[in-house]
């Protein structure tokens, strides 16, 4: 009886454990924003190139930690932080900086390892005195600025 060669590697592949590829999120990214979607009239927001921040929090008894995506003019968007580079957060509903809306905000992606590329969509979804307005919706791409051997990404203060 024979096996082929394909079979023994299909085999061998789901047989191995996964390993997860340990990569740092944190840091600050030069990013470009290219917008792929945008139902609003109006309303919403343009957005070309900025910042990124993401960092981590842990909470007041020093236990479990948050991850936290800062874009300026944005709510801060709070996920639960991974070891493989995913990355994925979200606001509460709240006030946007567009007069009269609310609006919640969510990223999601990842980061490569070695060389600090992030890959992520943004969502903006608006609502206007308590009922769905519109949605935009952006791809994010970028990568991590160098951090001096002193350097902490820190909150806002």
Known sequence: ????????????????????????????????????????????????????????RSDKSGGTSSLIVDIERIPEMFGIPTKNGAINAKSKLGPTSIQGLDGTFRIGGRVSGGDGMLQLVFVAEYQAKGKPLCTQSWNVTGLRQAIKPDQKIEPKK
């Open 1 to 56: 009886m024979r096996i082929s060669y394909l079979a023994i590697v299909v085999v061998a592949a789901l047989a191995a454990p996964a390993v997860a590829e340990d990569v740092s999120v944190v840091g600050t990214y030069d990013v470009k924003y290219d917008e792929m979607s945008n139902n609003c009239t109006n309303v919403g927001m343009t957005l070309a190139r900025g910042s990124l921040r993401i960092y981590l």
